[in-house]
């Protein structure tokens, strides 16, 4: 019913750029909250950003003032803009979006994951 596709990800030195994108195709209705998981080796998904229907967007502290979420409605597209790379911040990362179907149904889908890696 519903598809999330990843792109993006890539391998970049410390202090680079990239720009991950999501897009949702399928039997939607409507979109409501998007956001931005990652997992590092060993470690458990955490939230890196979202911005729900109203543009508001939150950040872990661990990116703010280097990541950006965006939206673009009409492309049923989130994107994140990483800059100033660490190599802390590689890992796995996912996109999440909540969306109400056609069939009038609410849930969270999970994109499937783009690899980001940082190098010193």
């Known amino acids: 019913q519903v598809q999330l596709v990843e792109s993006g990800g890539g391998l970049v030195q410390a202090g680079g750029s990239l720009r991950l994108s999501c897009a949702a195709s399928g039997s939607i209705f409507s979109i409501n909250a998007m956001a931005w998981y990652r997992q590092a080796p060993g470690k458990q998904r955490e939230l890196v950003a979202s911005?729900?229907?109203?543009?508001?967007?939150n950040y872990a502290d661990s990116v703010k003032g280097r990541f950006t979420i965006s939206r673009d409605n009409a492309k049923n597209t989130v994107y994140l803009q990483m800059n100033s790379l660490k190599p802390e911040d590689t890992a796995v990362y996912y996109c999440?979006?909540?969306?109400?179907?056609?069939?009038?149904?609410?849930?969270?889908?999970w994109g499937q994951g783009t690899q980001v890696t940082v190098s010193t």
């Open positions: 911005i729900n229907s109203g543009d508001s967007r």
């Open positions: 999440n979006v909540r969306i109400t179907t056609t069939f009038f149904s609410t849930n969270d889908y």
